[in-house]
């Protein structure tokens, strides 16, 4: 069984940065896949980033490649997000996900967080 819990998310002026980071309890943390997604009101849950085990493999969605990056320390059982160049786009609940493998949908993801929410004003 692994929790997660999200933190780091905020309102930030558009250009701006933020690091979202999700700490993991259990001891398994270390084998799982993990991924971020996002939420803005009305829409579906939307795939941002995923990272495999060891972090030697990322997957991005287009619309953040080359501005977030998704990365992990699986001593300290965390996973980040550094989001740079925010658009007000951006601007929706972020979620932290894990599973047993790399995947870009919501559905193999076993664990989910509360979710933080991120705001860019323009």
């Known amino acids: 069984q692994v929790q997660l819990v999200e933190s780091g998310g905020g309102l930030v002026q558009a250009g701006g940065s933020l690091r979202l980071s999700c700490a993991a309890s259990g001891r398994t943390f270390g084998s799982y896949a993990m991924a971020w997604f996002c939420q803005a009101p009305g829409k579906e849950r939307e795939f941002v980033a995923a990272?495999?085990?060891?972090?030697?493999?990322?997957v991005y969605a287009d619309s953040v490649k080359g501005r977030f990056t998704i990365s992990r320390d699986n001593a300290k059982r965390t996973v980040y997000l550094q989001m740079n160049s925010l658009k007000p786009e951006d601007t929706a609940v972020y979620y932290c996900?894990?599973?047993?493998?790399?995947?870009?949908?919501?559905?193999?993801?076993?664990?989910w967080g509360q979710g933080t929410q991120v705001t860019v004003s323009s």
């Open positions: 990272i495999n085990w060891s972090g030697s493999s990322t």
């Open positions: 996900a894990g599973g047993v493998g790399l995947a870009t949908m919501p559905a193999p993801y076993t664990y």
